[in-house]
């Protein structure tokens, strides 16, 4: 991959952490309240549903295991953890404790992807964490032990579910596009039954409500999952990992402009923060392997 077609997917797999961002506005200022699960479904399985009619690709055997595992991993399971998360830990540290994703997704990738572990990418985890930290926690947030493990649940889903879908790749025959609509249709089908017993169907819909559902499921699932994976299948999975840290500043950011919420100078900072480590978790231009040139941390450890 030359370097410019490297960055136009770099810039392409952004937009899909940005575009999540704005879940935030949308569920609150068009969906009904109190209905995130049942959002989470009909942001995914009508999408899955329609992609899977599109590309008229219909795996069998180990792949079909493979796509309801990382549809599950990816989208249920994820989806489930961070609405759990965020209602039981308050001022921003269910997005805190996820933060950690691209720590576990460098861990995973050293296991399951032999990758090497470099000094520069622990650097880029510890100043993303922090970037985090001064986007969302306040003094307010108390903690959670419940909230916190499901948060780790899903911190642990989502970066399993990036490793495994590098590890795997794309089943012969099956688009870019049908790869994208399984997913989304397996862990639609996983959160149906959960979302109808824990928050059942609204009485009465209006048409604001019915533009938020087609935005998440056009715009944040179609779009954004399309591109996600894209981004999966040709960069690394750290560097994707890094880019999920946009969600949380494209959510500051929208909230500031749109629901003309305060954004304070640590705020503005924490931005910087996490751009400064996306930069730092960029790949080197491209090498066949697409692999680092930075030295593994044995290395770095030997020389200091």
């Known amino acids: ?18 575009v999540w961002g704005s879940t935030y506005i949308v569920t609150t200022e068009l969906l009904p309240p109190e209905s995130p699960l049942l959002a989470s479904t009909i942001r995914a399985l009508p999408a899955g549903v329609l992609l899977v009619l599109i590309s008229k690709a219909f795996p069998s055997g180990l792949w079909l295991l493979r796509l309801a595992l990382l549809g599950f991993l990816n989208i249920g399971l994820f989806f489930y953890c961070l609405f759990f998360a965020a209602t039981y830990l308050p001022g921003g540290m269910a997005a805190m404790v996820m933060s950690i994703q691209p720590v576990v997704v460098i861990l995973l990738s050293r296991k399951w992807l032999n990758s090497e572990l470099t000094p520069v ?4 985890s510890v100043v993303g964490i922090v970037g985090i930290a001064l986007l969302v926690i306040n003094g307010s947030a108390q903690l959670n032990t419940t909230g916190l493990v499901v948060a780790s649940v899903g911190t642990l889903s989502m970066a399993s579910g990036v490793v495994l879908t590098k590890k795997w790749g794309r089943p012969k025959g099956i688009t870019l596009l049908g790869f994208t609509g399984w997913q989304l249709f397996f862990g639609g089908v996983m959160l149906l039954p959960v979302a109808l017993w824990a928050e059942g169907l609204p009485s009465h819909l209006s048409l604001p409500n019915y533009i938020g559902y087609l935005y998440l499921s056009v715009i944040g699932a179609i779009l954004g999952y399309f591109l996600w994976f894209r981004g999966i299948e040709k960069l690394p999975p750290i560097t994707v990992s890094f880019l999920g840290f946009l969600s949380s500043v494209s959510a500051c950011i929208l909230g500031y402009v749109v629901l003309d919420q305060t954004l304070t100078w640590l705020q503005l900072l924490g931005a910087a923060f996490v751009l400064i480590a996306i930069v730092l978790a960029m790949p080197t231009v491209a090498t066949s392997s697409n692999k680092s040139n930075h030295l593994p941390l044995c290395h770095f450890l030997k020389r200091n």
Do not use: R
């Not at 990418?121 to 880029?124: F, N």
């Open 1 to 18: 991959m030359s370097g410019l077609h490297q960055i136009k997917t770099i810039v392409l797999t952004a937009i899909a952490p940005i």
């Open 121 to 124: 990418q622990l650097l880029a």
